[in-house]
Nanobody, 116 residues
Framework: QVQLVESGGGLVQPGGSLRLSCAASGFTFSHYFMRWYRQAVGKERELVASGTNYADSVKGRFTISRDNAKNTVYLQMNNLKPEDTAVYYC???????????????WGQGTQVTVSS
């Protein structure tokens, strides 16, 4: 059974930090590119971080990383702002060189709220 389970969200004050984790299981983690998306209330889902690419709004503050030994991808978020408030989703996209299989998986999301 494929699972992407996010954790680490919560309530944080402006200027604070959080580290999100996404634990993957049920598929070959190393065959997939891992991304973080977010969706704020009333807005479309947007790509936050993927590989070395970041949304302009988070550049210099967020860092994506992965640990293939633990099948986990992380999103370190520093200097958080109220506009970072959203549900954050983990996304896995199969690499073009990987063997045939499911093309994409999504996690259930974790809420991040930045407020004083």
């Amino acid at each position: 059974q494929v699972q992407l389970v996010e954790s680490g969200g919560g309530l944080v004050q402006p200027g604070g930090s959080l580290r999100l984790s996404c634990a993957a299981s049920g598929f070959t983690f190393s065959h997939y590119f891992m991304r973080w998306y977010r969706q704020a209330v009333g807005k479309e889902r947007e790509l936050v971080a993927s590989g070395t690419n970041y949304a302009d709004s988070v550049k210099g503050r967020f860092t994506i990383s992965r640990d293939n030994a633990k099948n986990t991808v992380y999103l370190q978020m520093n200097n958080l702002k109220p506009e970072d408030t959203a549900v954050y989703y983990c996304n896995a996209v199969r690499a073009p060189w990987a063997p045939p299989g499911s093309s994409e998986y999504w996690g259930q999301g974790t809420q991040v709220t930045v407020s004083s």
